[in-house]
């Protein structure tokens, strides 16, 4: 009962969180889709001069198709997250590098931020809830982002399987800028945020769901240097030492 | 020098990591005369920049890497190309942008949606080739 209590808190924090990430997402998709209908547009009108002069107008056709795919990609993983079911019952076995890879599509055409990924395909199934580790992705992603700005950096994404203790974790590293100490001990308290407009509430709800997963959530951070979280899924009960990650 | 090189009204370099404005530009400044070149990123297009010594640059405010303002700095050092001016744009000209982009060396400041018309005016009035 109790159980059931504590479950129901997290999928309203969830549910909360979810909202927040969506705007977020919204925010940074709007920007991108606008730069890829300026795109489309532009094609077209140098189509209408190409015509005029009696030129080759297949390249820009095939940009024009190419962007609009592209288009049509962000916004269908777009409207998954947010149509995904929040409140899934059981935990279903789940590629982890498919969901990186889903939550990697939404973020990565930030154009001043190179994505760079190292996907362990060794790492088989695991048991959990698709949409929930999503958002903890995004989340961390869309820390990352913010922490990074306006200036050029680079987001570092890797999965690995880990052999002992059994499982794999995902580490996502930033070249933002950074934390310090005080705000590292806090992380993940709930309200806890530094953020002029946040809730605090981000990494908190991360750090509960990898507890709903028997998880772990890591953070390292430097000021002026970035951060790197790591999550980390055990296919058995075992606390490990941060220090098993290879950051 | 050859009957084309003279004809050749400047020397144009694009430095953008998406390929819509370069080829939009490459295009439509060919047909009035122009060689226009591109890079795919700020430290490809110094590279192309020295070597090319071109009249106008236009660099994308937003890159992976090196981002514009940066590029445009780096560029200004170099003394081979203290005749080049140097034009930064992105899909919207936010005041605080262009302020930054005229203390990084930037002459002008277009976006991507400006008339091409408006464009050619701006270069064809910092190179003195009215037509």
Known sequence: MENKKEQLSLNKKVILQKLITLGELAASISHELKNLLISITGYCDLIEEKLKDGADITQEIQNIKKTSLMSQKLFMEFLQFARGKDDEAEKKPQNINEIVEEALFMVKNIKHITFEKELDAKISPFPMHRQKIKQVLLNILLNGVQAIGDKAGKIQIKTKLLEFPFGFYVSIADSGCGMDKETLKNIFQPFFTTKEKGTGLGLSVCYEIMSEHNGYIYVESEKGKGTTFSIVFLYSRFKPHKDIIDL | ?131
């Open chain 2, 1 to 131: 020098m050859s009957e084309e090189e003279k004809q050749i009204k400047g020397k144009i370099l694009v430095i953008d990591d998406h390929p819509f404005f370069p080829s939009t530009l490459k295009y439509k400044f060919e047909k009035h005369g122009y060689e226009v070149f591109s890079a795919k990123d700020g430290a490809n297009g110094i590279i192309i920049a020295k070597k090319v010594i071109p009249d106008v640059i236009f660099i994308d405010y937003i890159m992976p890497g090196m981002d514009g303002i940066e590029t445009c700095k780096k560029l200004k050092q170099q003394k081979e190309l203290e005749k080049t001016y140097l034009l930064l744009y992105t899909s919207e000209a936010y005041p605080k942008i262009v302020a930054e982009a005229v203390k990084a060396g930037a002459v002008d400041f277009v976006t991507k949606t400006t008339p091409f018309e408006t464009i050619l005016k701006k270069v064809e009035n910092l190179l003195g080739n009215k037509q």
